[in-house]
């Protein structure tokens, strides 16, 4: 798969999760987008963070 087509399927489950958060937290668009960067920010912290581990203490 080429990175186009990884971006433009990302986009796509972006704007349905983002969809069905809204669900929820209605009318606050806002924070609703905050709500995700922080759950993908989360995910990115913790994917390096078992990245480093990796390396640094299993050798």
């Known amino acids: ?5 990884i971006i433009e399927n990302f986009v ?4 349905a999760l ?8 209605i009318g ?7 709500v995700l960067i922080s759950i993908f920010s989360w995910r990115a912290f913790t994917f390096s963070r078992c990245t480093w581990f990796s390396k ?4």
């Open 28 to 34: 606050q668009d806002k924070v609703v987008d905050e």
């Open 18 to 25: 983002k969809q069905e958060v809204a669900k929820v937290i």
């Open 1 to 5: 798969m080429s990175d186009v087509a």
């Open 12 to 15: 796509k489950k972006y704007a």
């Open 56 to 59: 640094n203490v299993n050798g």
